[in-house]
């Protein structure tokens, strides 16, 4: 038996464990990793929906409940359906209308997680076939008035799962084949490409795979590396495929956003539109200032709920005509508080509440409510002061008529270092100067 035999039935065993390893490694990692995401892209959409969800059951707003079900129903072509159901259980709205108003009875299921905020997910296998369903609890003012069911079909995931499972086996076997053909002649040039599969292997557990191995030789290990090239291919095509969900639900995150915000400006006919106007405003700034995309995306968020604590303001005061009183006064005051209370109830949301919350400090310190003063005011809140002012003077009430866009500019000027920061202040007047546009913002409020 000579060395060069013995050395290839090494090299045959050595080839034959990596392969068997690195095909049972794929496939644990794929179906862990595609199991994983669509847990994350449920459960982020269930609680982005449930946050948005509390406030139509609270206002007893079955459209807006309907029309949030319907929208991530149709968006979503794998959803199954979707539920709103109250604390007694009753469905106040469904993807089937025809389910509205009945009892909502969960299906049995094995529970795959469990979140402490009582959020869970759970497998359900049915005759018609298994989903994963995301049951979150709707809760506002740290009371959950109800819960938000979604599921997921499963077909999607084992389709990507039997399609990785598929292309991994048949590379696997192709490259047993070929080195059970070419071991007598892979001699000491054996090593070298075995390496680069098996680091090949470590960089795509790992995520930090750049690319195609580079193939040098035309034989057996050359085949070797192009199948490994293919199962790595496989399983970018999949992570591209997560990714541009991602992207779906980032786009129906600020959708949902948005409609949050018109709903509250809807409330009365002054500020209809107002937070867009201020979001539009606040974002010539931030282009002004050279903000990057992603600054400028949080900016426009965090203009956009800049007033959502104003839904906790009655009626009767938030479009009395005339002047308020002081405890009326006091009231509007506490706005900034309860909008960061209840961006504090959505972890996707917290980062804007400091934005929300010192949006009406003053740079000299008379502001409210924490008195904070100069550079110690973030500068997202520096920003929409002076776009909330602006827009403020700027629109017409029933008891005022809306002051010139040259007044206005004045006013800010003149309340520069005192109520507003000089630097933002200069900033958004060069800004505005350069944009002979302006007028047009409330169009693209509309937009928004």
């Known amino acids: 038996m000579g060395i060069r035999f013995k050395l290839s039935l090494i090299s045959f065993l050595l080839v034959s464990a990596v392969i068997l390893v690195a095909s049972f490694i794929f496939m644990g990692i794929m179906d862990s990793f595609l199991l994983a995401e669509l847990v994350k892209r449920g ?4 609680r982005g929906a449930a946050d948005v969800a509390g406030y139509s059951m609270l206002a007893r707003d079955r459209l807006s409940l309907d029309n949030l079900v319907a929208k991530i129903r149709e968006r979503q072509e794998d959803i199954r359906y979707v539920a709103v159901v109250d604390r007694d259980g009753t469905i106040t ?20 997680s469990r979140e402490p905020d009582g959020s869970r997910v759970s497998r359900i ?17 740290n009371r959950e008035i109800g819960r938000f069911y979604l599921a997921i079909d499963s077909g999607v995931l084992t389709a990507a799962q039997a399609a990785a499972r598929r292309k991994i086996a048949f590379a696997a076997a192709v490259i047993l084949f070929i080195a059970v053909l070419g071991t007598y002649h892979i001699g000491r040039i054996f090593t070298a490409p075995i390496k680069q599969l098996s680091d090949g292997v470590s960089l795509l557990k790992s995520g930090r795979y750049l690319g195609k191995i580079r193939v040098t030789l035309h034989d057996e290990i050359g085949d070797l ?29 600020l959708s949902t956003v948005k409609i949050l915000a018109t709903s509250i400006d809807a409330r009365d006919d002054y500020t209809l ?70 961006l504090d109830h959505s972890r996707a949301l917290r980062r804007f509440i400091p934005a929300v919350l010192y949006h009406h400090e003053w740079y000299n310190g008379q502001g409210y409510l ?21 827009d403020a003077m700027t629109t017409s009430r029933t008891y005022r008529v809306g002051r010139p866009t040259e007044t206005a500019v004045q006013e800010i000027v003149r309340c520069r270092g005192t109520q507003f920061n000089p630097f933002v202040v200069d900033v958004f007047v060069a800004a505005l100067a350069r944009r002979s546009d302006i007028p047009s913002l409330t169009v693209l409020g509309a937009m928004a």
């Open 43 to 46: 459960s982020s959409l269930s």
């Open 93 to 112: 709205a469904h993807s089937d209308m025809r389910k509205s108003g009945t009892k909502f009875v969960p299906a049995d299921g094995v529970v795959i």
């Open 125 to 141: 296998d049915r005759s018609g076939g298994s989903s994963y369903e995301f049951s979150t609890p709707v809760v506002f003012a």
């Open 225 to 253: 590396t192009r199948n490994f090239n293919d199962m790595a291919h496989v399983i970018t095509m999949q992570q591209a495929k997560l990714e541009e969900y991602a992207r779906g639900l980032e786009e129906s995150y």
């Open 273 to 342: 539109q107002h937070s867009a106007r201020v979001a539009a405003l606040s974002l010539m700034v931030g282009e002004e200032l050279g903000l990057g995309d992603n600054e400028q995306r949080e900016l426009e968020v965090a203009a956009l709920v800049h007033d959502l604590g104003k839904i906790r303001i009655p009626d009767q005061i938030l479009k009395k005509a005339g002047p308020l009183s002081r405890d009326e006064l006091q009231r509007i005051k506490q706005h900034p508080r309860d909008g960061a209370e209840i």
């Open 370 to 390: 924490e008195g904070l003063k100069g550079d110690d005011i973030p500068l997202f809140a520096s920003i929409i002061a002076i776009a909330d002012a602006y």
